[in-house]
């Protein structure tokens, strides 16, 4: 009785093991604002080092610049367009055509944002894939760090699903991450 119940414990704990393992093997990594501010960053200094011939690299949905969920845009706000999307048919796009649930337009916040010294982060509102009770879309809030890319006319961003820290938080955390 005693061996049968050592057995049954062992086959739990396997078992359970076998579960979490799975389960974290199919979860994507989460993307920290502190990592998108670096990748932003790196992406920025390619970006002035190529010019205007490195908006390509920002559109293939195979690069670099797309990972766990999320990836590279850039901006022309002077021309008020998208540069450089991995979504191809978002490039060209006029920025201040793009409304979130609550009315903001939040591609013109996020050139406004640009224009800080180290850029800034913006909230904002996105779609998801399921449904409300009643039928209508369910949204959720989205922030995106963008900044300006030193000598050229582009601003250059990402953006993550975080539903805690505030604005104001992340726009403090920009200075100290290196």
Do not use: Q
């Not at 809030?141 to 006319?153: A, H």
């Amino acid at each position: 009785m005693m061996k049968t119940k050592k057995i049954v414990s062992l086959f739990s704990v396997v078992l359970a093991l076998m579960f979490f393992c799975v389960a974290v093997a199919e979860e994507k990594p989460a993307v920290t604002p502190e990592e998108i501010i670096i990748k932003v960053r790196e992406a920025a200094k390619l970006l002035e080092e190529k010019g205007e011939a490195g908006l390509a690299d920002f559109n293939k949905p195979e690069s670099p610049w797309v990972w766990s969920g999320t990836y590279i845009f850039v901006f022309n706000c002077e021309k008020g367009i998208i540069a450089a999307h991995p979504n191809n048919k978002l490039i060209g796009i006029e920025l201040a055509s793009r409304t979130d649930p609550k009315g903001n337009r939040y591609n013109l916040d996020l050139c406004e944002a640009s224009k800080k010294s180290e850029g800034g982060w913006v909230e904002y509102w996105r779609p998801t894939d399921t449904l409300d009770e009643k039928g209508e879309a369910k949204y959720r809030r989205k922030i995106s760090y963008i900044i300006s890319v030193l000598g050229i006319p582009y601003e250059i961003g990402a953006g993550i699903y975080e539903p805690t820290l505030t604005v104001e938080e992340l726009n403090k955390m920009i200075d100290e991450v290196k």
